[in-house]
Nanobody, 124 residues
Framework: QLQLVESGGGLVQPGGSLRLSCASS????????IGWFRQAPGKEREGVSC????????NYADSVKGRFTISRDNAKNTVYLQMNSLKPEDTAVYYC?????????????????WGKGTLVTVSS
């Protein structure tokens, strides 16, 4: 069974940090670009960051630029999202998704596989 599993969410105070992980099972991530998405209560899902299959290209939403960093370790079949300087407005369920796209770009649509999400709550 092809699965993506997110982990690393939790409760953190404003200004704090979390690192989310996205691990695959049943398939290798080598040929997939990966995107991180989030959905806050009452809001539409939005793309947060993405990384190309070989890691050479990344993209960030304006709201997280300079605070979040996406990276990947294909040997571990895992993609990470390091989130620093967290704000209450970052509170959301965070999802990772895989796009079978062995190239030098990434995108926020046409995803082939989705994880079930991990909750991030930023609150004092």
């Amino acid at each position: 069974q092809l699965q993506l599993v997110e982990s690393g969410g939790g409760l953190v105070q404003p200004g704090g940090s979390l690192r989310l992980s996205c691990a695959s099972s049943g398939f290798t991530l080598d040929y997939y670009a990966i995107g991180w998405f989030r959905q806050a209560p009452g809001k539409e899902r939005e793309g947060v960051s993405c990384i190309s299959s070989r890691g050479g290209s990344t993209n960030y939403a304006d709201s997280v630029k300079g605070r979040f960093t996406i990276s990947r370790d294909n040997a571990k079949n895992t993609v990470y999202l390091q989130m620093n300087s967290l704000k209450p407005e970052d509170t959301a369920v965070y999802y990772c998704a895989a796009d079978r796209n062995y190239g030098s770009s990434c995108r926020y649509y046409g995803m082939d596989h989705w994880g079930k999400g991990t909750l991030v709550t930023v609150s004092s």
